[in-house]
């Protein structure tokens, strides 16, 4: 199970990073593909880590968010990425 401090204390920057990462490694897959990867990814990570999945949801967008509640510069870049690399289904 990953200890709670451990996962509040993850840096934003990385996680942009490695998000990043992973848009680039799936725009050349089929969209359901795309959606399915990204879905199953999170479920067998919070299985992992043993951490309820809406839990580890809520932290992730705590993470993404700015103090006003808006996402922060750095994952709006990621949404506008992942617009213009990933297919919609």
Do not use: C
């Not at 309820?52 to 990621?78: C, H, I, W, Y």
Request: charged content about 20%; overall charge negative; proline content about 6%.
């Amino acid at each position: 199970m990953l200890d709670r401090d451990r996962l509040n204390g993850a840096s934003a920057a990385t996680v942009q990073r490695l998000v990043m990462d992973l848009v680039d490694r799936l725009q050349s897959e089929e969209p359901g593909a795309q959606v399915h990867t990204a879905t199953a990814l999170f479920i067998l990570v919070a299985e992992w880590a043993g951490i309820p999945p809406q839990d580890l949801f809520t932290a992730t967008k705590n993470l993404m968010a700015s103090a006003e509640g808006n996402r922060t510069p750095a994952f709006v870049a990621v949404a506008a990425y992942l617009a213009g690399e990933i297919e919609r289904p």
